[in-house]
Structure formats: C-alpha cells, structure tokens
C-alpha cells in the first residue's frame, strides 16, 4: 500500500520567520512528487518534482525532492499572514502512462503565521 | 472558463439514502478523480478516470460508484449513505498529456449523513 507521511502536522510560527515542512512515501513506481496549498476551500496547486535534488522556486516558496531518502522539503522564507493554510504533499505513481491518475496524498500540514 | 465546477455545495441525507454528486469541467482534461477529506486525513483517493470509459478504484472506493460517459463529466454515486461518509468532497481533474500534470480542483462538496 503507497504512503506519504507529513511532518509537523501543523506549525505555529510569526511573520518573518522561515519554515521548512517535511515530506517523505513510501510508493511502488515513483513518477514525481506534488505540493498544493490549501487555503479555505480547493487545493490549488504549487510544484512538482521527478528529479531527485533539483530546486523548483516560486517566490517565496522553493522544494527540493531527495529520492535516495524518498522524501521532500517544502521551505516558506519571510513567511506573511497569507501563508496560513494547509500545505499538502501527494505522490504520484504506477507503470506506464495512466500513473498521473492516481495520487497519495499526505495528511497536510497546517501552518498558522501570527502578525 | 469556469474550471472544474461541482453540484450541490452542501448536503444533508438520511442513512440509507442514495444521491449523485455533480463534477463538470471545460478544459478538456483527461483525467478526473474524486477524493474525499477528513480531518487529519489529507485528501484520500475514492475513484479514478483517464479517459471517457475508463475507471478505477482508490484508496476508499467502498459505498461508491462512477462512470465517465463523456469526457466533461464525473459523477460520483453514493448508493446507501452512512455516517461514515460524512466528509468534504473535492472532485478534480488534470491532462498529463499537455503538461498539465497539477490537479486542479474544484470547491467541494460538504456532505452530512445522519
């Protein structure tokens, strides 16, 4: 059975501070690995990664996927108010072409930013 | 453009009721999948389609059902509710095939059985 696990499961921390949230499957035919945001409602979604080592960066936000450790970091620098929500890392995987179909998700880690 | 559009935003059923759960999107995307949402539970997998015709199970399939007749459409079937399928529902939809490899969402449905 595929299984991502999360760590913290939440987080408290103040405007400006830096966080780093933890992913780490264990799956059968790893393709990539996905973070979203989860803010009131939707997931929308922030990065994936299939290479091991390589950085995505978006802003504030960057990733780093380690397949030798089969996990993942999502850091937040100079995080803002607007960075509260749930952050969630899913796996995608299975043979061929029709692996995207399937993702495992993570239970989420909620991060709360204090002014 | 309206994305991925799902119908009703709230629920309320009795146990042993059966209703349908509307997922639509205009994107043309191949993929659809339904999941549901628990607290402390992430998102969990119910059912999966790549393609018009083609389904499969998740993690949760139980007490549910699908089809994908079109490629717009992916309706997910509850056949007798139960308590335990009190949850938050997000139906979403992506197109590997183009790159799209990010689910995108659509706002849920919050379902209560009784």
């Known amino acids: 059975e595929d299984k991502v696990v999360q760590s913290p499961l939440s987080l408290v921390v103040h405007e400006g501070d830096t966080v780093t949230l933890n992913c780490s499957y264990e799956?059968?035919?790893?393709?990539?690995l996905l973070w979203y945001k989860q803010e009131k409602k939707a997931p929308t979604f922030l990065f994936m990664l299939t290479s091991s080592g390589i950085e995505k960066k978006s802003g504030r936000l960057s990733s780093i996927l380690d397949k030798k450790e089969l996990s993942s970091i999502l850091n937040i620098t100079a995080t803002q108010t607007g960075d509260s929500a749930i952050y969630l890392c899913a796996v995608a995987s299975g043979a061929g072409g029709t692996s995207y179909g399937k993702l495992t998700f993570g239970q989420g880690t909620i991060l709360t930013v204090h002014p | 453009n309206a994305g991925v559009t799902q119908t009703p935003k709230f629920q309320v059923l009795k146990t042993g009721q059966s209703m349908t759960l509307q997922c639509a999107q205009d994107m043309n995307h191949e993929y659809m999948s339904w999941y549901r949402q628990d607290p402390g539970m992430g998102l969990r997998l119910i059912h999966y389609s790549v393609g018009a015709g083609i389904t499969d199970q998740g993690e949760v399939p139980n007490g549910y059902n699908v089809s994908r007749s079109t490629t717009e459409d992916f309706p997910l079937r509850l056949l007798s509710a139960a308590p335990s399928q009190t949850s938050v529902y997000f139906c979403?939809?992506?197109?590997?095939?183009?790159?799209?490899?990010?689910?995108?969402f659509g706002s849920g449905t919050r379902l209560t059985v009784v």
């Open positions: 979403a939809s992506s197109n590997p095939r183009t790159g799209r490899y990010g689910y995108t």
């Open positions: 799956v059968t035919n790893f393709r990539s």
